[in-house]
Each structure stands twice: as structure tokens, then as C-alpha cells.
């Protein structure tokens, strides 16, 4: 039997909180058409482009959330120019996210952090204090601080709020006052309605890329304003800010089946002995302190996925030992396989502590498909009878192992397949009975 796996040890990062914002509409432009013989032509702004969204995909290659950052910036759309000249688009920025990652939608933070202070850290050098001439900061590293700084600390100037931009030094009498914009360019009827929160499982690749922060629209050249009324408008609409949205992002990786048992009890040893993955063994409780993914390769090209996880104790839910956390890991798995002891005095009391640890995470843990390996039963004194009490206590069924001398390995692999698939089945004809009755119509 031959296996690869994805190693996902080191800086393991399940969860993650990250803030979008989708780029900014390029500005529209004013400007007429200028030519020999003729003075004053016909406007001919171009639009601005549409600022790029931000949007997430799956890329099977990712295992950890460890290369998410916690800000994605879409770039803005290009201003558009004269001779109708239209702007580009800003391209989108995509995020790829492991398999299984669950993505929530938050509120956003009461007041946000300003750039300055988000930026700042004890190692980073001092902050730019914003002097008259640091609006030209060209440092590099600076700009972004500085124009921070500026943006803050600025007078709101009636023409920054305005959404039109202006032909050089045209004054706004009230001309623009009356002008009734284009639907989408009008604030939001009532901007205090709560918008329904966006909430996605990125279960695999074959999913399209979804949108978390749209674009801002790009702004209309003047020629759009112009009017029998008014032949040659001198404003333009300004692109629109890009969304801004935060995210919690929390990886639940699916594996066909995940491994559960008490610190030490050989649950990386198996890993180890069904697949070629190499996670740390060791005598001594918690020496898993990451989950690992392996995948068990079967003589007929099929292929299983199995999660090790760190070894729960009595009082997980209470965060003792590793606490709860990894279970995320294996909440999603097709079949759950306890690992004990059984060269342990009393495995049974072992089984009891995991049921209970998972009943006390989620009760519907306890109703999967399940499988106990019997581990270290090479140690024949106590094992062969700590077997066969264990057998009176469950009505799961129980492989005796030698995960380390890799003995009844076959056995046990065989067995879990035949669970994972009769588990697949199952779960297809209830969702084949739900998309029934989902589309049953009455006559
Ligand atoms: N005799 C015997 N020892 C075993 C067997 N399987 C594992 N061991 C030993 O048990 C110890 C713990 O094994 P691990 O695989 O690290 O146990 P674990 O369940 O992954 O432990 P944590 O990662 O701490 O939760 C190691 O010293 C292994 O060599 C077995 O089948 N027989
Ligand atoms: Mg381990």
C-alpha cells in the first residue's frame, strides 16, 4: 500500500479575521473636443474604469489559512480621460483558501482602527508625523501613512465631498445641485438596514470564485450630463469607494475519515503505519500539537483521507490539554475512528472520556459512522482481555492493531474504506430525498 500526505505541521493557522476592500471607481473625466477649426467641440470625457472586487476560490494546494493576510485591497479603476477615452477596469484580487475553509461574515468593527495605529507595531520604526511637507512624502514605506495622516487630519473641503469632479478651475455655482444621478451612482435608500451577512462553505476547487467586496463603479465623463439644455457640462462624476466587509475565515478540513483518541494512545503511529506520513512519535502526551492530513492509497487507485489531531483529555470542552479546537478538524469527516490503548488497563473508561468529550462539542459526533482500533496489541498480557471487554461495552466495531509493528493493518484499512464509502451512499440518498421533497409540488 502506498500513500502520500500533506504535512501540516509548524505555525498551523485554523482561523483567521481579515478586513476586504474592493478598489475604487476611476474618476470620470471633463474635457471637449479640441481641433483646428473648432473652438468650443462636444464634451468628451471618457468614464472611469470600475474598481477591481475582491473575491475568494479554493486552490486544493493550500493546507493552512498561515498565508491569509489580514487586509486585501482591490486596485482602483483608472481615471478615465479626454478624447473618450475610457478607464481600465482594476483587475481583481483573488484570495485561495484551503478546501473545507468556512467563511462568516462580521459586523464592522465599532470605530475602525485608524491606518496609523493598525499599521504601527513595537519593532517598526516611528510613525511620520504629519508635518505641512509630509503630504509629499516619497520615502519609501511612507506614502501610505503619511496620505493616512493627511486624509484624517484634513479640512473636508466642500469639492472633496462633492461627488463631481470638476473642469480646472470651473466654480460650482449650484449647477450640479439639481442634477439627478444615475440610480446606481445614489446613496443607498436607507443606509441603517441591516444587509444580509455573508456566510459560504468553500467546500472544493470545482466551486466558482465568489465576491466578498465589490468595486467601486466608475464615475461618467461629462458627456453623459450634456443636455439641449447645457451643451458643454463642466463636471464629471467621481468613481465610487469599493465595498468594505470583514471576514472570519475558519478552516474545518474534510477528510474522509478523522483519527480521535486520548495523548499517547498511537494515533500517530497508525497515521504512519497506513500512509507513508511521518508525523511525530513520541512516548510522551501531546507530542501532535497540529492536525496532519494523510491519504491512504489503495491497491485500486482509490484513495482515503485520514486527519490526526492532538489527543484530547477529560475536560477538553473546559479547554484542558489541547482543549477542543482541533475538533473542527474531524467534525466534518465521514467516519471518526477512536484509537485506544488497549494495552491499557481499562480502555473502556478511555472510550468513555472521548464520547463524552465529543458528545459535549456536538452531539451529532456521536451519530457518525465509527471504528475502534485497538491499538498496541502487541503488548499481549493485558490486551487480549481488555479486547474482549472492550467488545461488551460498544457496539462499534473493533480492530486489534500493532500500529507500530504494523500488524492487521490491511484489515483495519479495508474496513474503514467499506465505512467511508456505505457513508458517502448514505449521505447522498438523503440529500437526493431532500432535494425531493424540496422540488415535490403539490397537485
Ligand atoms: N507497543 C506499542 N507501542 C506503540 C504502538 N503504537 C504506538 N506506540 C507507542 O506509543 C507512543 C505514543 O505514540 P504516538 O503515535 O505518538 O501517540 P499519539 O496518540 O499520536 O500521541 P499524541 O500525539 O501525544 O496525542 C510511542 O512511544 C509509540 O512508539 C503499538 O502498536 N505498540
Ligand atoms: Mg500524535
Redesign the pocket.
Known amino acids: 500500500m502506498l500513500s502520500n500526505v500533506t504535512n501540516k505541521g509548524g505555525n498551523f493557522i485554523d482561523v483567521k479575521r481579515i478586513m476586504v476592500r474592493g478598489g475604487k471607481g476611476g474618476n470620470g473625466c471633463v474635457s471637449f473636443l479640441r481641433e483646428k477649426y473648432v473652438d468650443v467641440g462636444p464634451p468628451n470625457g471618457g468614464n472611469g474604469g470600475r474598481g477591481g472586487s475582491v473575491r475568494v476560490c479554493v486552490d486544493p494546494q493550500e493546507s493552512t489559512l498561515n498565508y491569509i493576510q489580514s487586509q486585501y485591497r482591490a486596485p482602483a479603476g483608472i481615471n478615465g480621460a479626454g478624447k473618450s477615452k475610457h478607464g481600465a477596469n482594476g483587475d481583481d484580487c483573488v484570495l485561495r483558501v484551503p478546501p473545507g475553509t468556512v467563511i462568516r461574515e462580521l459586523d464592522p468593527p465599532s470605530k475602525p482602527p485608524t491606518p496609523v495605529t493598525a499599521l504601527s507595531s513595537s519593532s517598526s520604526p516611528p510613525l511620520p508625523v504629519a508635518t505641512e511637507d509630509s503630504n509629499d512624502v516619497t520615502v519609501k514605506g511612507f506614502r501610505p501613512w503619511a496620505a493616512a495622516i493627511a486624509d484624517e487630519q484634513a479640512t473636508v473641503s466642500p469639492k472633496t465631498l462633492s461627488p463631481f469632479v470638476y473642469y480646472s478651475d470651473w466654480e460650482d455655482l449650484g449647477e450640479t445641485a439639481n442634477i439627478r444621478l444615475p440610480p446606481q451612482f445614489r446613496p443607498r435608500r436607507d443606509p441603517a438596514l441591516p444587509t444580509p451577512k455573508l456566510s459560504l462553505d468553500m467546500l472544493d476547487s470545482s466551486q466558482d470564485s465568489v465576491e466578498l467586496a465589490k468595486g467601486g463603479l466608475g464615475g461618467l465623463g461629462n458627456p453623459y450630463f450634456a443636455s439641449s439644455t447645457n451643451r458643454s457640462p463642466k463636471y464629471a462624476l467621481k468613481g465610487l469607494m469599493g465595498e468594505q466587509r470583514w471576514f472570519e475565515l475558519e478552516l474545518k478540513t474534510i477528510a474522509d475519515a478523522g483519527l480521535v483518541?486520548?495523548?499517547?494512545?498511537?494515533?500517530?503511529?497508525?497515521l504512519?503505519a497506513v500512509s507513508n506520513a511521518h508525523?511525530?512519535?513520541?512516548?510522551?502526551?501531546?507530542?501532535?500539537l497540529n492536525p496532519y492530513l494523510g491519504t491512504i492509497d489503495y491497491d485500486d487507485r482509490a484513495q482515503l483521507t485520514l486527519a490526526?489531531i492532538?489527543?484530547l483529555i477529560a475536560g477538553a470542552h473546559a479547554n484542558h490539554g489541547l482543549g477542543h479546537q482541533f475538533l473542527r478538524h474531524v467534525e466534518r469527516s465521514h467516519v471518526l475512528v477512536y484509537?485506544l490503548?488497549i494495552?491499557k488497563p481499562s480502555p473502556w473508561d478511555d472510550l468513555a472520556i472521548l464520547q463524552r468529550e465529543l458528545e459535549l462539542y456536538s452531539a451529532d459526533l456521536l451519530h457518525k459512522p465509527a471504528l475502534i482500533v485497538g491499538?498496541?496489541?502487541?503488548?499481549t498480557v493485558p490486551a487480549k482481555d481488555n479486547l474482549k471487554r472492550l467488545q461488551t461495552c460498544t457496539d462499534i466495531p473493533i480492530v486489534p492493531?500493532?500500529?507500530?509493528?504494523r500488524k492487521n493493518i490491511h484489515k483495519v484499512t479495508y474496513l474503514l474504506r467499506d465505512k467511508v464509502e456505505s457513508a458517502k451512499k448514505q449521505q447522498q440518498q438523503v440529500a437526493a430525498l431532500a432535494d425531493d421533497t424540496s422540488t415535490a409540488v403539490d397537485i
Request: no cysteine.
Open positions: 483518541g486520548l495523548p499517547n494512545a498511537g494515533k500517530s503511529t497508525f504512519r508525523p511525530k512519535v513520541a512516548p510522551y502526551p501531546f507530542t501532535t490526526d492532538p489527543g484509537v490503548d494495552g491499538n498496541k496489541a502487541d503488548l492493531v500493532s500500529a507500530l509493528h
